[in-house]
T-cell receptor, first 112, second 112 residues
Framework: DGGITQSPKYLFRKEGQNVTLSCEQN?????MYWYRQDPGQGLRLIYY???????QKGDIAEGYSVSREKKESFPLTVTSAQKNPTAFYLC???????????FGPGTRLTVL | GESVGLHLPTLSVQEGDNSIINCAYS??????FIWYKQESGKGPQFIID?????DKRQGQRVTVLLNKTVKHLSLQIAATQPGDSAVYFC???????????FGKGTSLLVTP
């Protein structure tokens, strides 16, 4: 994990509510990423940001929103428009392109 | 190998044996490949990476082999230990070089 903090570790949400997942890093990496993982599945890209004040949609961006106002922070909001939000959410950071990504410990979101 | 369904393929090996985990990737233009290890409830952890101008790369107890002709990647773990039990993912870079496309993973179970 080292240097990447995700909070909370577990999150419960009622249907129809928006919820924001936090991701903070002190690795001084320019790029940050959000992935979603469902049971027995690989990681799917939600959003990513190569630099402050800029971000791109991934493969499953519908129902999610992000902001990148600071280099250290890349919060993910799961909106009520996301139909199946229950999943394990992973934040990652990376330096330049074509290099490894470092993952945080994850947030497990459950919709009640 | 990679799963096409909801159940991860599982590789069961005895402690001390060598393990080989396989992965087929999709994009012949990919330049960067990476293997991650994920323990239950945690974020993925970097194991080893390889660039497309290489066929083989070795780390501590691990070797990655890349066959670009058939778009195949493998991870070899020597003298497998109980602590190696986890899910292993291969990933390839996306076209812009930043985010990664992940395979669905292989579960490695090491028995005494």
């Amino acid at each position: 994990d080292g240097g990447i903090t995700q909070s909370p570790k577990y999150l419960f949400r009622k249907e129809g509510q928006n919820v924001t997942l936090s991701c903070e890093q002190n690795l001084n990496h320019d790029a940050m990423y959000w992935y979603r993982q469902d049971p027995g599945q690989g990681l799917r890209l939600i959003y990513y940001s190569q630099i402050v004040n800029d971000f791109q949609k991934g493969d499953i961006a519908e129902g999610y929103s992000v902001s990148r106002e600071k280099k250290e922070s890349f919060p993910l909001t799961v909106t009520s428009a996301q139909k199946n939000p229950t999943a394990f959410y992973l934040c990652a950071t990376g330096g330049s392109s074509y290099n490894e990504q470092f993952f945080g410990p994850g947030t497990r979101l459950t919709v009640l | 190998g990679e799963s096409v369904g909801l159940h991860l393929p599982t590789l069961s090996v005895q402690e001390g044996d060598n393990s080989i985990i396989n992965c087929a990737y999709s994009n012949s233009a990919s330049d960067y490949f990476i293997w991650y290890k994920q323990e239950s409830g945690k974020g993925p952890q970097f194991i080893i990476d390889i660039r497309s101008n290489m066929d083989k790369r070795q780390g501590q107890r691990v070797t990655v082999l890349l066959n670009k002709t058939v778009k195949h990647l493998s991870l070899q773990i020597a003298a497998t230990q109980p602590g190696d039990s986890a899910v292993y993912f291969c990933a390839e870079n996306r076209p812009d070089g930043y985010a990664l496309n992940f395979g669905k993973g292989t579960s490695l179970l090491v028995t005494p």
